[in-house]
């Protein structure tokens, strides 16, 4: 089945710094989306992209669909310490009933203050 | 827009046993779906269940899950004789025009 590859697993930054993490996969998605979860609860959507080439930002975030639809990055800009959390990038192709989402392993990020 | 509720928030249970997991949604949608997600690993699809009948499976989605809605509104996810691996997050999410939004979890604890 289709794999996604998710850069870094984890990053150690201080407060302010800005933060870029990507997904990468074998084959071609044709909607992306990021997520934010927190320990013990639900991952939380926070961008979603559906079409290549696609820039979108919400707050001090932005994401881009990539060009060949098989990567995705998020940038967080000027972070602060409620970023703090395990990001994770999903890919679908959805449409009709196939919508379920592949998700990668994750980026880790811790930030200090 | 609410996402979903699930109930409960933990399960704990012995090998062998059945375990009912619930997700309420607010609102009427169409397209649900069913993730798990091993500590520390990342979210696995399991199941899509569209207009009352599944639409997709994995194949972790084996003969020991099955997922119904029972009266129109709750939708259950059912594991009939629960395994130590099945211990996991589950999350119920919705579908909103390709955009997931997921509940809170039930964590299932199989002792």
């Known amino acids: 089945g289709q794999q996604l590859n998710q850069s870094p697993q984890s990053m150690f930054i201080q407060e302010g710094e800005d933060v870029s993490m990507n997904c990468t996969s074998s084959?071609?998605?044709?909607?992306w989306l990021w997520y934010k979860q927190d320990p013990g609860e639900g991952p939380v959507l926070l961008i979603a992209l559906y079409k290549a080439g696609e820039l979108t930002s919400n707050g001090r975030l932005t994401a881009q669909f990539g060009i060949t639809r098989k990567d995705s990055f998020l940038n967080i800009s000027a972070s602060i310490p409620s970023d703090v959390g395990i990001y994770f990038c999903?890919?679908?192709?959805?449409?009709?009933?196939?919508?379920?989402?592949?998700f990668g392993k994750g980026t880790k990020l811790s930030v200090k203050p | 827009e609410p996402e979903v509720t699930q109930t409960p928030s933990h399960q704990v249970t012995q090998m062998g046993q059945e375990v009912i997991l619930r997700c309420v949604p607010i609102s009427n949608h169409l397209y649900f779906y069913w993730y798990r997600q091993i500590l520390g690993q990342k979210v696995e699809f399991l199941v899509s269940f569209y207009n009352n009948e599944i639409s997709e499976k994995s194949e972790i989605f084996d003969d020991q899950f099955s997922v119904e809605r029972p009266d129109g509104s709750n939708f259950t996810l059912k594991i009939r004789s629960t395994k130590l691996e099945d211990s996991a997050m589950y999350f119920c999410a919705r579908e909103d025009s390709g955009e997931q939004f997921f509940g809170p979890g039930t964590r299932l604890t199989v002792l």
């Open positions: 999903a890919g679908s192709n959805y449409g009709g009933s196939q919508g379920n989402l592949i």
């Open positions: 084959s071609i998605f044709n909607t």
